[in-house]
Structure formats: C-alpha cells, structure tokens
C-alpha cells in the first residue's frame, strides 16, 4: 500500500484518497493476495539484514556507552549505534528493497521475483540495485537515530529497571517507529522513485533514468509539489508500528532468553 501511494502520477485505477480504499480496491480489483507481493524477497533479505542489525547495535551501544557515560546509558551512543549499524542492514536490504516495489507497482510487468531480478539486471545493470542506496541512508540514518533515541527513552519511562517485558517492548517499539516514519517520510517517497524510476514520473525528466537524492527531490517538487513529499505518510506510520514493535519484542525476547541460558551455564560451573 505504501508503494501505491507514494505513487507520483499514479493511472487513474491506482488513485487512492486512503488506506483503506487502496486495500479495498487492491483486493477487488487485483485479488485478494496482490497487498501481499514481494513479501517471499522481502522475507529472504530481512534475516541476514536484522542479524547484521541488532549485533552491531548491541555491540556498539554498549562500547560507546562506557566511552561516553560508562556505566550508564547514553543517548548519543544509541544514536550513533543505529546509525552504524544501518550501513550494514541496507547494504544487504536494498536489492530486496528494489525488487520489492517494482513488484508493487500497478500494472507490474513482472511475476516473479526471478523475473524481476533478470529484467532489472539485463536493462539497468547491478548499480540499479543499489541507485536509492545513498538515498536509503540518508534517510535511514536519521530514522535510526531517531527510532532508537525514541526506543530507549520510552524504555527508560515505562521500564527503567530495563527487565523484560514485552508490553513495554510493544508499545516503546511502537511509538519509536510511529515517530521516525513521519519524520522521514519526504526521503521514502524520494528514494520509491529511485527504486521504481516510475515511467510517469520519468516523462518529466531529461535524463531518462532519476538518479541520486538531489535528481529524486527535484522531480518529487516538480511532479506534485511539496504536498509530494508525504504522499503515503499515513501507510507509512501504519506500517512502521507493528514493524518496529514486532521487532523489537521478538529481539528483546531473544535477548533474554540467550542472556538467561548464558546466566545458568555461568552458575552451573
């Protein structure tokens, strides 16, 4: 849905005014399993990204935290964790990312992922998987930052002894990525363009193909104003919160129980 909407010249059969027209329509008119494209790529680059994720925040956070507030927590660690560890989780995320919405797309040519992936690579060649990538950053890092300095805020109000619980884990989850999905929203809607090169949008453009952060903003303004730069916002907030708070209850859950096991191993000897 999110793609959808954040469609600069959408056909007129993809013009949506919501969240739930798009799912209605989508689903009457494409069936009822079209939302659920391109979750099976997805699903493939989630774990290697996620594991490449959460190890380097947790390493990171806590050998920044004793540098800059040893023994304690610190904001400015958390930040900077999620922003390095951002450069690896898109690295392994973005050609996923690229197939994914060009999937999405209305009228998508391609049926399947291996299709998609063949096309893309004979047409465009391997940079086409990674042309949002500098864009992905720059809008991931400020994301991060914000979605982990939220997150561990949030948990310093609601769990401040910092013990599971996974009602804390949801809910800090939840509003931590509520948050950075509105704030970021203008750089998504860029690089879905990138990741796209939306035929509508590219009539518009001399160049043929819309390259780089700068090109992307240009043509976003150009196509649809500023009012462009939050197409879908309210998907991408819908999005962002079971997403985030799944995330993190699943990785905080994990956490506990590898810590408990290594707690008992450590009591047994």
Same mark, same amino acid.
């Given at each position: 849905?999110?793609?959808?909407?954040?469609?600069?010249?959408?056909?007129?059969?993809?013009?949506?005014?919501?969240?739930?027209?798009?799912? $209605?329509?989508?689903?009457?008119?494409?069936?009822?399993?079209?939302?659920?494209?391109?979750?099976?790529?997805?699903?493939?680059?989630?774990?290697?990204?996620?594991?490449?994720?959460?190890?380097?925040?947790?390493?990171? &956070?806590?050998?920044?935290?004793?540098?800059?507030?040893?023994?304690?927590?610190?904001?400015?660690?958390?930040?900077?964790?999620?922003?390095?560890?951002?450069?690896?989780?898109?690295?392994?995320?973005?050609?996923?990312?690229?197939?994914?919405?060009?999937?999405?797309?209305?009228?998508?040519?391609?049926?399947?992922?291996?299709?998609?992936?063949?096309?893309? $690579?004979?047409?465009?060649?391997?940079?086409?998987?990674?042309?949002?990538?500098?864009?992905?950053?720059?809008?991931?890092?400020?994301?991060?930052?914000?979605?982990?300095?939220?997150?561990?805020?949030?948990?310093?109000?609601?769990?401040?002894?910092?013990?599971?619980?996974?009602?804390?884990?949801?809910?800090?989850?939840?509003?931590?990525?509520?948050?950075?999905?509105?704030?970021?929203?203008?750089?998504?809607?860029? &690089?879905?363009?990138?990741?796209?090169?939306?035929?509508?949008?590219?009539?518009?453009?001399?160049?043929?193909?819309?390259?780089?952060?700068?090109?992307?903003?240009?043509?976003?303004?150009?196509?649809?104003?500023?009012?462009?730069?939050?197409?879908?916002?309210?998907?991408?907030?819908?999005?962002?919160?079971?997403?985030?708070?799944?995330?993190?209850?699943?990785?905080?859950?994990? &956490?506990?129980?590898?810590?408990?096991?290594?707690?008992?191993?450590?009591?047994?000897?």
């Amino acid at each position: 849905l999110q793609t959808r909407m954040q469609s600069l010249r959408p056909e007129p059969a993809a013009r949506y005014r919501n969240v739930l027209e798009a799912l $209605w329509r989508i689903a009457r008119t494409e069936g009822v399993w079209r939302p659920m494209r391109g979750l099976n790529i997805t699903a493939t680059g989630a774990g290697p990204a996620h594991a490449l994720y959460f190890a380097c925040y947790e390493k990171l &956070k806590k050998t920044l935290s004793d540098v800059i507030h040893a023994g304690g927590n610190s904001h400015v660690a958390n930040g900077a964790a999620g922003c390095v560890a951002t450069l690896l989780h898109d690295a392994a995320m973005n050609p996923a990312e690229v197939v994914k919405q060009r999937m999405q797309m209305y009228n998508s040519p391609y049926q399947r992922v291996t299709d998609c992936v063949r096309t893309v $690579w004979r047409n465009e060649g391997a940079g086409a998987f990674y042309r949002s990538y500098t864009t992905q950053l720059t809008m991931n890092i400020p994301f991060q930052a914000i979605h982990f300095m939220t997150y561990e805020f949030l948990q310093e109000q609601l769990n401040p002894h910092r013990q599971y619980n996974p009602g804390s884990h949801v809910v800090s989850g939840a509003c931590a990525g509520a948050v950075a999905a509105a704030a970021t929203t203008p750089l998504d809607v860029c &690089k879905t363009l990138l990741n796209t090169q939306e035929s509508l949008a590219l009539s518009s453009n001399i160049s043929g193909h819309i390259t780089g952060m700068a090109n992307a903003f240009r043509t976003v303004y150009q196509v649809g104003g500023v009012t462009a730069y939050f197409r879908g916002v309210q998907a991408r907030v819908i999005y962002q919160m079971p997403s985030t708070a799944i995330a993190w209850s699943v990785y905080e859950f994990f &956490k506990y129980i590898l810590t408990k096991r290594q707690e008992e191993r450590r009591a047994g000897k």
